[in-house]
């Protein structure tokens, strides 16, 4: 379809978790010229050249090749490989993840999407004791109380205040901003506190202590060390009429890891026993929920899963791109969207360029890469659906043409030529 | 054409008041009226004398895909019991009590399954849910969307405006592809999610909303009669689980006097005793089942309870909260937008436990005192009394008295006292089996393709070797045929189909959809525009490959 000049609404930005909905584009020329409603972050994110410049569609070792020279070489690296590995899959969509899955399954890969530092040790908590939580509409119409431990929005996430966790009035929270009492946990004043009711200053590894005071606080325990802060902190959580409590992946990240989550979801839980009170995250950019979705419908477990066994295995420690590369086991990547490289280790990064590298993305072919093809980038040029942080699902609206396929093409000849390459099935390790 | 014959088996097809040695043919996917030339010869014939033929069993109450049901799998990984192994043409998986959605479709074929129907799904949820859906092999599948905690439903209740409750009921069904309406604990979720507790009585206000519980239920019950979807209201009641429910649970059952409804796992609703004095729960299945055997508009499906390890799961976030505090497990709640909550915990039903064991009588005693089989449909309540995969020893129960009082025997005696099931002596027959997992399911939701093996029918088939050992005859049918396609041959899994998925098209006066829109579009967190599912929601892209 030729771009002709046009306005599209309700598109969706996808540069930040908020995954707004909301944008009208106005397309001129082969060009994103307008994005309205959009923040800064989304408006550089539309605005951007998406074009594929000179790159050439595909690579082979770093010489421009036929998209049919490169699957079939992308497809022998993998068919060869007897340990290979799945990541990226964040700036994707839930159709082009569940074809990956279906690949890993083929192959007895390892696949862990995204960067499992961020997730794991909040999962690792969720699975101890569960989260008490709810979609950000719920927020948006019935939260008196909005806590942001540790998180910025509006630096990371420009809209979310004016959106869905403080400006909106609600069916239960007419009033809006003035309904709602905003209260800002972190290490030193951001640009959210600026606009908050209350800062609370606390110490980036004294997070877990904090939590499990004001734990007990809430329930009901004398805690004479209890400074003044956090006991009025404990005070304005208790009276909320519904709360809402969002987290980000640095509580995972600090001394303590997951117990450190694990602290904060049982607060938030046992907040529920006076009154309610729900914790939520602020989501990354792209789709990255929506791959633990479908890795989790498919396979049973959000990330780091293992195929090896002709089944999928959570194994938290072991299946992580992470681990799978700084421990020198995998032996082939396949890198679908996303660049991992920015939150692997240096070891991880040193094995990852002694080994054959299948890259997908857009930009994929001025990547290093063994194998390298160029995609049409999610929510600009390919369609698809993707899942917020709360499990909400959006049709992608995509405004601009390429001669590109979409990533999910490339995985769906891929797997084709898997499945046509003659000889043994992979060994089933017992 | 491919045509398909299964020959000389003992057909047995309750709704064509059929039980006797015949063939049954199958031509593109249907079932046909076989050729008069009995020299006639089809593409494959599979011979099934000294074998039983029945229509391919029906679920109409288990929760297999969506927001909830990923949830547990995600927090769960010490219920990965089990897996499937991949092979050649079909995916691995886990399983346990919630497995992954390829292991769900193997699984409920292999039990010789070929429908279920997903009971629960948040409107906001339904886009995800048919994700699954699609990731869910070699059976059919519908879902029940949830309307009994939606805000704008109880606005048009509060403002008497029928009219547009209907509208707006089938532009619902529509926009979310769903089968059917379902209400769980109508009102009281949403009180509880305000936090002013769950509701008691169907007499009490849902604060902001001004409407009571029994308006909810009897409106929305009207809206799907009057709309003249295939399965009426599906009603989750309130008070699930409580000591005492019973009154509450006669309470709903009259309400809906004048109208079809479904009750949903109606074993779970049925107990004496009261709030104050939990200890003293006992079995009131005896004045409900006579209720439902003197009332000809209202159907149940039991929700059995089976001993081990599972995974509660339900809309009606108050339980969740209710099984957490009683259990001390771990608790997965979410409050879902407009409609709904859902609460995840799981429960391990042991029969030493008095209340469990209770329970699993219970369950017993509704399906043997139900007297029309065609009315009470079989299910654990997938996976909340147990899996799917329990149907088998279920049905072994019902057989069979014998193996019933055996059970019986290693619970603690107090249950003897508090529940008749032990003086029962009725014993099913298989062609009452046959009605209850599939032929009454298929008309309880009125999928009138489904349940029997008349021309025209769905060519699904389950085809058993008799056996006196039900739990093992039904546990491994010889064959299963999906679609014309034979699926399972002898335990194992062959090239499955996809399956379809189910839904229901009410029309609605479109004029009714900018104000829906409007509302929409002022309470949600999404753009109206990007909340109807539709077929086309798969990849759109305008690249191609060179
Ligand atoms: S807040 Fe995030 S999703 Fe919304 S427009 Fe800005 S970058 Fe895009
Ligand atoms: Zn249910």
Known sequence: MPDADRTIADATCTACGCLCDDIVLTVSNHRIVAAEHACPIGAAWFLADHGPGDRPIATIEGQPATAEQALGRAAEILAKSRSPLIVGLTRTSLETQARAVAIADRLGAAIDPGDSGDSLPRWRAIQRVGIVSATLGEVKNRADVIVFWGVDPITTHPRHLERYSVGPRGRFVPEGRAGRTVVVVDVAPTATSAVADRFVRIVADEQGEVLATLRALVLGVEMPEAEDPVRELAETLKTARYGAFFFGPDLGRSRGGEAVVEDALKLVRDLNHATRFVALTLGGPGNPSGAEAVLTWQAGSPRAVDFSAGFPQFLPDDATAEAMLSQGRADAVLIVADDPTGFLSGEARAHLGRIPTIVIGPDATSRDATVALGSATMGIHSGGTIMRCDGATLPLRPALATTRPSDLEWLTDLERRLTEIPGEPRAISP | M???????????????????????????????????????????????????????????????????????????????????????????????????????????????????????IAPFGARHAHHEFRDTPAIDKAFLVLMGNNHYVMDRIREGDRDRLRQYVAWLLNATGAYGVKAVNPGGVERWKEGHGNVSSLDQMVEGFGVTPRQILTELARAADDLAIPHPIHVHGPNLGLPGNFASTLETLAALDGHRAHLAHIQFHSYGGSLDKPGK??????????????????????????????????????????????????????????????????ITYENTNLVHALQWAIGLEWYLRVDDPWRIAMSTDHPNGGSFLAYPQIISYLMSRNHRDEALKALPDRVRARSGLADLSREYSLSEIAIITRAGPARMLGMTSKGHLGPGADGDVTIYAPSNDFQRMFSLPRFVIKSGHVVIDDGELRSPPDGTTLSVSPSYDESIVPDIAEWFDENASIRFANFAWQEGDAPSHFGSLP
Not at chain 2, 319 to 328: C, N
Not at chain 2, 337 to 345: A, D, I, M, Y
């Open chain 2, 281 to 346: 729960i006992d079995s009131q299945v005896p004045i409900l089942a006579d209720y439902i055997n003197t009332h000809r508009n209202l159907t149940v499906d039991v929700g059995q309870v089976v001993f081990g390890d599972t995974t509660s799961m339900t809309a009606d976030g108050a339980v969740g909260q209710f099984l957490h505090s009683v259990t001390g497990r771990k608790w997965i709640s979410q409050d879902i937008e407009q409609e709904t909550g859902c609460g995840v915990v799981p």
């Open chain 2, 2 to 120: 491919t045509t398909l014959r299964i020959k000389g088996g003992r057909v047995i097809d309750p709704a064509n008041a059929i039980d006797a040695e015949r063939d049954v043919w199958i031509e593109d996917g249907r079932v046909i009226a076989g050729p008069s030339d009995p020299a006639a010869r089809a593409d494959r014939t599979i011979d099934a004398s000294g074998y039983v033929v029945m229509p391919g069993g029906v679920d109409m109450h288990c929760h297999i895909a969506g927001s909830k049901v990923n949830a547990a799998r995600a927090f769960r990984p010490e219920d990965k019991t089990g897996h499937i192994a991949r092979t050649g043409h079909s995916r691995s998986g886990t399983t346990g009590s919630v497995p992954t959605t390829f292991a769900t479709g193997y699984k409920y074929a292999g039990l010789g399954y070929t429908t279920a129907v997903d009971a629960a």
